[in-house]
C-alpha cells in the first residue's frame, strides 16, 4: 500500500467513524416513553405500564426534578400511576450524590421494571444522580427490558445533550448543564413546545451543535423508543429538526425555507428512523 492509498484509506476510517458518532440511536433494550409535559392521558400511562409489564409490575417515580426537599404519595407522577391502576408504586428522591451511590437507597431500583421522572427541571436529575449508583440501576432496568419513562424534564433528561439546563433560567437553551442521561444518543430533546411557542428555541442547539437530532414534543404526547425508532402517540404533535422536510402531500410544490431554519410535524401513529434520520412510510 502506497502512501496515497494509505491516506485515502485512514481518511474513509474516520469519515465512518465520524458518521457512527454522529449517528442518534436508542437503547439497545427496554423502551422509552418520553412525555412533552402537560396533561398524561390514559394512551400514555397504559402504555407505560404495559410496557413495564402490566399493573402489578414495579414502578419507582423519581420526582427530583421538581426541587422540593421530601414528596409524599400525593406527588402528581405518582396519583397518575395509582388512578391508572398500578399496584406496585416506589417513590425515590434525595438531592444528595452520596445518597444516589448508597445501595440502600437504591434498593428499590434494583429490581424496578419501570421508572418514571416526573416534571421541573432536568439539570435537578444531573446534579442529584448522574455519575452515582442510581444512574446505573437505571441502566440496568433497560437491560432488563424494563421501561423508563418521564414527563417535561423527565423526558429532556433522556436525550444525551440537555435542552434548556441553565440553573438560572428554562428559557436558556444553551446553559450550564449541557448533559443528560443519554438513553438516546446524539438528541436534544424538547418539551411544551407547540403549547409554549417553543417551536423555534431548539434551532438555537441544532446550530452549535449540527451533528444533533432536534426533537419537539408537545404537551400530552409522546414518542416510544424502541431501538433506534419511535412512534408517536397522544393528543398532539413531535416536532424533527433533521435539516429536511416531510409531508403527507409530498414537498415538490411547497417553497419551503433553508433547510437549516426547516422542521415538520408527526402525529400519533406517525413512525420515524432516528439512525436514518427519516420518517417510516
Do not use: C
Not at 454522529?22 to 398524561?40: F, N
Not at 419507582?60 to 396519583?79: F, L, W
Not at 406496585?88 to 421494571?113: G, R, V
Not at 446524539?186 to 403549547?195: E, P, T
Amino acid at each position: 500500500m502506497n502512501r496515497f492509498t494509505k491516506t485515502v484509506f485512514l481518511l474513509l476510517i474516520l469519515l465512518v467513524q465520524e458518521k457512527a458518532i454522529s449517528q442518534t440511536s436508542g437503547p439497545e433494550k427496554g423502551t422509552l416513553v418520553i412525555v412533552g409535559g402537560g396533561k398524561v392521558g390514559p394512551e400514555i400511562t397504559d402504555k407505560f405500564i404495559e410496557l413495564a409489564g402490566g399493573k402489578d409490575a414495579k414502578i419507582v417515580v423519581i420526582p427530583t426534578a421538581a426541587g422540593r426537599k421530601k414528596y409524599d404519595e400525593s406527588n402528581n407522577s405518582y396519583q397518575l400511576f395509582q388512578k391508572a391502576g398500578a399496584t406496585n408504586i416506589t417513590l425515590l428522591h434525595t438531592d444528595d450524590p452520596e445518597e444516589a451511590s448508597d445501595k440502600e437507597f437504591t434498593k428499590p431500583l434494583e429490581d424496578a421494571d419501570g421508572i418514571w421522572f416526573g416534571g421541573g427541571r432536568q439539570w435537578r436529575l444531573v446534579d442529584s444522580y448522574a455519575g452515582t449508583l442510581a444512574e446505573e440501576l437505571f441502566w440496568k432496568v433497560l437491560d432488563r427490558g424494563g421501561v423508563i419513562g418521564g414527563s417535561s424534564a423527565g423526558a429532556t433528561i433522556q436525550g444525551s445533550y440537555l435542552a434548556r439546563g441553565d440553573t438560572k433560567n428554562n428559557q436558556i437553551m444553551i446553559g450550564d448543564h449541557e448533559e443528560g442521561f443519554g438513553f438516546v444518543k446524539n438528541i436534544a430533546i424538547d418539551q411544551h413546545v407547540l403549547a409554549r411557542n417553543r417551536q423555534f428555541d431548539l434551532f438555537e442547539i441544532i446550530k452549535a451543535k449540527p451533528e444533533l437530532l432536534g426533537i419537539g414534543i408537545d404537551e400530552s404526547t409522546a414518542i416510544v423508543v424502541s431501538k433506534d425508532e419511535f412512534e408517536v402517540i397522544g393528543e398532539s404533535y413531535v416536532l424533527i429538526y433533521d435539516n429536511t422536510f416531510w409531508s403527507r402531500e409530498g414537498s415538490d410544490l411547497k417553497k419551503l425555507p433553508a433547510k437549516e431554519s426547516s422542521f415538520y410535524m408527526l402525529r400519533s401513529g406517525d413512525r420515524y428512523d432516528m439512525k436514518e434520520r427519516k420518517v417510516i412510510e
